[in-house]
């Protein structure tokens, strides 16, 4: 399957960002794992195809009897991404099986994104203007999924940037004495995603991008 470079980091970084949004704690990706996304990648298997595995394979994980210092792990999404590429296969022959309604899916995203906007926290009024921007395109009969992807980038430098320097703090101690981060490198990139995903679900920001649902 070929891909061009482009292509090939925005399937990396999509699953990395769905699946640890789903995860949490540890937020990056061991090696194994990086293997993992490059296997789907050279097996031919779809983006959309592999976010609905490890959504499927999450839902599996959390039903499972909870045990100490237990984590999931991309290694465990590996049977449930393979089910939905041969459903997705199925489909695509013709078989009598429910094909994911594309138009249900912006219309889910555009009634959370105006529901959100409806109801806005006054400390994260800054998303206003990216909010009505993604209503917008998902509001036009041919809408630009790109766009809307480019949209969820920008809440998330937003997010970022107005972050309270409290839960900022909060991500790096858990960063450092959690996680023993010492690489520079590696520990802001986890401190940035501990911050959006800590802000996300303390105030319910949806996301407006199709690929997370």
Same mark, same amino acid.
């Given at each position: 399957?070929?891909?061009?470079?482009?292509?090939?980091?925005?399937?990396?970084?999509?699953?990395?960002?769905?699946?640890?949004s789903?995860?949490?704690?540890?937020?990056?990706?061991?090696?194994?794992?990086?293997?993992?996304?490059?296997?789907?990648?050279?097996?031919?298997?779809?983006?959309?195809?592999?976010?609905?595995g490890?959504?499927? %394979?999450?839902?599996?994980?959390?039903?499972?009897p909870?045990?100490?210092?237990?984590k999931?792990?991309?290694?465990?999404?590996?049977?449930?991404?393979?089910?939905s590429?041969?459903?997705?296969?199925?489909?695509?022959?013709?078989?009598?099986?429910?094909?994911?309604?594309?138009?249900?899916?912006?219309? =889910?995203?555009?009634?959370? *994104?105006?529901?959100?906007?409806?109801?806005?926290?006054?400390?994260? %009024?800054?998303?206003?203007?990216?909010?009505?921007? *993604?209503v917008?395109?998902?509001?036009?009969? =041919?809408?630009?999924?790109?766009?809307?992807?480019?949209?969820?980038?920008?809440?998330?430098?937003?997010?970022?940037?107005?972050?309270?320097?409290?839960?900022?703090?909060?991500?790096?101690?858990? *960063?450092?004495?959690?996680?023993?981060?010492?690489?520079?490198?590696?520990?802001?990139?986890?401190?940035?995603?501990?911050?959006?995903?800590?802000?996300?679900?303390?105030?319910?920001?949806?996301?407006?991008?199709?690929?997370?649902?």
């Open positions: 399957m070929r891909m061009e470079i482009s292509e090939k980091e925005q399937y990396f970084r999509l699953i990395s960002r769905r699946f640890l789903l995860r949490g704690a540890p937020f990056f990706l061991s090696s194994k794992e990086l293997d993992q996304i490059e296997n789907w990648l050279q097996t031919g298997i779809p983006l959309r195809v592999v976010l609905e490890i959504q499927f %394979a999450y839902e599996d994980f959390r039903k499972k909870v045990r100490r210092g237990r999931l792990h991309l290694g465990f999404c590996d049977a449930r991404v393979f089910k590429f041969k459903q997705y296969k199925d489909r695509k022959v013709g078989l009598k099986q429910k094909v994911d309604n594309e138009d249900d899916k912006k219309e =889910t995203v555009k009634i959370e *994104a105006e529901a959100f906007l409806g109801k806005m926290p006054e400390d994260v %009024a800054y998303l206003k203007a990216v909010y009505f921007e *993604a917008k395109e998902l509001s036009r009969e =041919t809408f630009n999924e790109d766009n809307l992807e480019h949209n969820d980038e920008k809440i998330e430098v937003l997010l970022l940037m107005n972050a309270p320097q409290e839960e900022k703090d909060k991500a790096e101690e858990y *960063a450092r004495r959690e996680l023993k981060i010492l690489d520079a490198g590696e520990l802001g990139r986890v401190i940035n995603l501990k911050i959006i995903k800590s802000m996300r679900d303390k105030y319910k920001i949806p996301y407006v991008s199709l690929y997370y649902y």
